[in-house]
C-alpha cells in the first residue's frame, strides 16, 4: 500500500528556517529595508561607475559658464568656477562612502571589544573601562574630532580613526548590556566549568548571540558618521580640495545663497539627506526583521 504524499504548509516552512534564514526573508519582505537598501546601493554605484555616465569632468572648470542655472544642458547648474554640479553630485559619494563605512567598521570592532570586556568582567575592569567612556562621551563629537585633527592633520585616514573612535564607547555601551544579560546563561557557566579562557567564552561563546544589537546599532552609527563626515568636510577639516564631496562642495558655495545661486547647495544637500535616510530606513529594517 502506497504511502499519502503530505504537503507542508507555509508555516511549517518557517519553523524549518534556520534563524538567519528567517532574518533574511523577513527583510525581503520589509518595504523600509528594500526602499533604503535602494537608495543606498544607488549611491554605491553611483561611487562605483559615477564616472563612467556623467556628462562632464566634475573636476573641470569653465568659467564662463559659471554659475549657470540649472537647464537640458547643466541639470543641477553650474558652481561659482563652472564645473557642473550633477557630474561632482554623483561622483560626490565615493569619499564620504569611504571614509563613514570604514569609521564605522572600525567604531564596531572597538566597541564591541570594549563591550565584550565590560560586561564580561564586571567589578573594577567594568567600573574603570565605563567610566573612562562616559567622559570620553561627554564631549561631543566634532569638538574630539577637531582636536585630533588639528593635532594629527587632515587626512582621511585620520578621520577614518577620529570618528570610529568617537562612536566606540556608544557601541561599547550597548553590548556592555547584552552581555551582562547573557552573561547569567547557562552555557557561559558551562563554558567556564570547561575551564575555557575568558577570550574564549567572550569571543566564541558570548559574542555569536549579541550580534542581533551589534548589527542594529552599527547601522545606526553608519548614518551618524555620513553626517559627522560631512560635517567635518563643510568645516574645512574632512575632506580637501578638489575632491567633490558633498560637504565640501557645500562649504565652497554656500556664500552664493544670498546671491540666489540657490542650486550650487541644494543638491548636495539633497544627496547627503538621502543617503542618511536610505541608511536609516535600513537600520530601522533590520531592527524589525531581528526583532520580529
Given at each position: 500500500m502506497s504511502a499519502v504524499p503530505t504537503t507542508s504548509s507555509p508555516q511549517d516552512n518557517?519553523?524549518?528556517?534556520?534563524?538567519?534564514?528567517?532574518?533574511?526573508?523577513?527583510?525581503?519582505?520589509?518595504?523600509?529595508?528594500?526602499?533604503?537598501?535602494?537608495?543606498?546601493?544607488?549611491?554605491?554605484?553611483?561611487?562605483?561607475?559615477?564616472?563612467?555616465?556623467?556628462?562632464?569632468?566634475?573636476?573641470?572648470?569653465?568659467?564662463?559658464?559659471?554659475?549657470?542655472?540649472?537647464?537640458?544642458?547643466?541639470?543641477?547648474?553650474?558652481?561659482?568656477?563652472?564645473r557642473d554640479v550633477f557630474s561632482r553630485v554623483i561622483v560626490g559619494s565615493r569619499d564620504i562612502l569611504t571614509v563613514a563605512p570604514l569609521a564605522t567598521l572600525l567604531a564596531t570592532v572597538a566597541g564591541t571589544a570594549l563591550g565584550l570586556l565590560t560586561g564580561y568582567f564586571r567589578g573594577i575592569v567594568d567600573d574603570v573601562v565605563s567610566r573612562i567612556l562616559e567622559a570620553f562621551m561627554a564631549i561631543p563629537v566634532v569638538i574630539v574630532a577637531l582636536l585630533a585633527i588639528v593635532a594629527l592633520g587632515t587626512s582621511k585616514a585620520t578621520v577614518i580613526v577620529v570618528?570610529?573612535?568617537?562612536?566606540?564607547?556608544?557601541?561599547?555601551?550597548?553590548?556592555?548590556?547584552?552581555?551582562?544579560?547573557?552573561?547569567?546563561?547557562?552555557?557561559?557557566?558551562?563554558?567556564?566549568?570547561?575551564?575555557?579562557?575568558?577570550?574564549?567564552?567572550?569571543?566564541?561563546?558570548?559574542?555569536?548571540?549579541?550580534?542581533?544589537?551589534?548589527?542594529?546599532?552599527?547601522?545606526?552609527?553608519?548614518?551618524?558618521?555620513?553626517?559627522?563626515?560631512?560635517?567635518?568636510?563643510f568645516m574645512g577639516f574632512g575632506i580637501q580640495p578638489p575632491s567633490p564631496d558633498w560637504g565640501l562642495s557645500i562649504s565652497s558655495n554656500y556664500g552664493m545663497i544670498g546671491g540666489g545661486f540657490w542650486w550650487t547647495v541644494l543638491f548636495d544637500a539633497l544627496a547627503i539627506a538621502s543617503l542618511v535616510i536610505g541608511v536609516n530606513l535600513v537600520a530601522d529594517g533590520v531592527h524589525g526583521a531581528l526583532n520580529d
Open positions: 518557517m519553523r524549518r528556517r534556520s534563524p538567519m534564514a528567517e532574518v533574511f526573508f523577513s527583510l525581503m519582505r520589509s518595504r523600509t529595508f528594500l526602499v533604503g537598501l535602494a537608495i543606498v546601493l544607488f549611491w554605491v554605484a553611483c561611487a562605483l561607475f559615477g564616472e563612467h555616465f556623467t556628462p562632464y569632468d566634475p573636476l573641470a572648470d569653465d568659467i564662463i559658464n559659471a554659475l549657470a542655472p540649472p537647464s537640458s544642458e547643466h541639470w543641477f547648474g553650474t558652481d561659482q568656477i563652472g570618528i570610529g573612535l568617537s562612536f566606540a564607547p556608544i557601541i561599547a555601551r550597548t553590548v556592555r548590556s547584552a552581555v551582562l544579560a547573557e552573561r547569567e546563561l547557562d552555557y557561559v557557566a558551562a563554558a567556564q566549568l570547561r575551564h575555557e579562557s575568558a577570550l574564549h567564552t567572550m569571543f566564541v561563546e558570548i559574542l555569536p548571540n549579541v550580534i542581533p544589537p551589534i548589527l542594529v546599532e552599527t547601522t545606526v552609527r553608519l548614518g551618524y558618521a555620513i553626517f559627522a563626515v560631512a560635517t567635518l568636510s
